[in-house]
């Protein structure tokens, strides 16, 4: 076992430039695949962001609204309204 390491990592280095290419762009394609998720994970929080900004964690809707979905089921803000949902317990 120990002759055959011996033997791959001379073959490895007998051809300096090859390797040293082959090294770079393994190196390379690691920092593109984690810069990229890096970014993909990134854009997923700023989406999730920029949803819960124009709609909420909580959407208050009529009985009725799941079966036709309607906007003329609309409910109308009002403090009661809020006053009912921020005594809710989560």
């Not at 082959?22 to 993909?40: G, P």
């Not at 994970?41 to 999730?48: A, C, H, I, V």
């Amino acid at each position: 076992m120990n002759n055959l390491f011996t033997l791959a990592w001379r073959n490895v280095w007998r051809k300096k430039r090859r390797s040293f290419i082959a090294l770079v762009s393994v190196a390379f394609a690691i920092v593109i695949s984690i810069s990229l998720r890096s970014l993909m994970l990134g854009n997923y929080d700023k989406m999730t962001e920029a949803a819960v900004r124009q709609t909420g964690y909580l959407q208050v809707h009529q009985t009725n609204y799941w079966k036709e979905k309607s906007l003329n089921d609309c409910i109308t803000d009002s403090p009661q309204l809020r006053q009912k949902i921020t005594s809710l317990s989560t």
